[in-house]
């Protein structure tokens, strides 16, 4: 019995390993063709490429401090590097309140500052019309993203974004 264990146990774990050899492995080397920049020419690849982000914001409002300073340590790293950024933070569904003036005003200061460095801010149509607010209820630099924050991301990852998004 324990033979026929033994052989049973080779037989599936040759098995493995001629599937794991068989399977279609893509490197990103130097001049390879691949879309993606391989590992530590990142920086030079984007100095001549937009790094588009797209972030979803946190639904927990005890991290909406957390994830405006996140946003501003990622884009002046960014900048430091002479990397060109596209950034865009996206509130979708109760997440909106991270844009309100009611509910996040202390953090104002900070994502003002990031609006002026470029980062843009949607909130979702959807819930701003199933919450029945206005456009004077939200920061004056937020936009509307149309028709809904969760197809709103999906747009912007089929556009080439790369979606981001911190402990919800």
Not at 85 to 105: C, E, N, R, S, W
Request: a positive charge.
């Amino acid at each position: 019995m324990t033979k026929l264990r033994k052989v049973s146990l080779f037989v599936m774990l040759l098995g493995v390993l001629v599937t794991l050899y068989s399977l279609p492995v893509r490197a990103f080397a130097k001049n390879s063709g691949g879309s993606y920049p391989p590992n530590g020419h990142t920086y030079s690849y984007y100095r001549h490429h937009t790094y588009k982000m797209v972030w979803e914001a946190p639904a927990n409002p005890k991290k909406f401090a957390l994830f405006a300073v996140q946003l501003t340590h990622n884009l002046t790293s960014l900048l430091g590097h002479g990397i060109r950024v596209k950034q865009i933070v996206v509130a979708a569904g109760p997440q909106i309140a991270f844009l309100m003036k009611k509910t996040d005003a202390a953090n104002y200061g900070k994502l003002k500052r990031l609006s002026e460095l470029g980062v843009r801010f949607v909130a979702c149509h959807a819930a701003i019309v199933g919450g029945h607010l206005d456009r004077k209820d939200f920061f004056p630099f937020v936009g509307a993203a149309y028709p809904s924050g969760i197809v709103y991301l999906a747009k912007k990852e089929a556009q080439g974004y790369s979606l981001f998004t911190i402990g919800n």
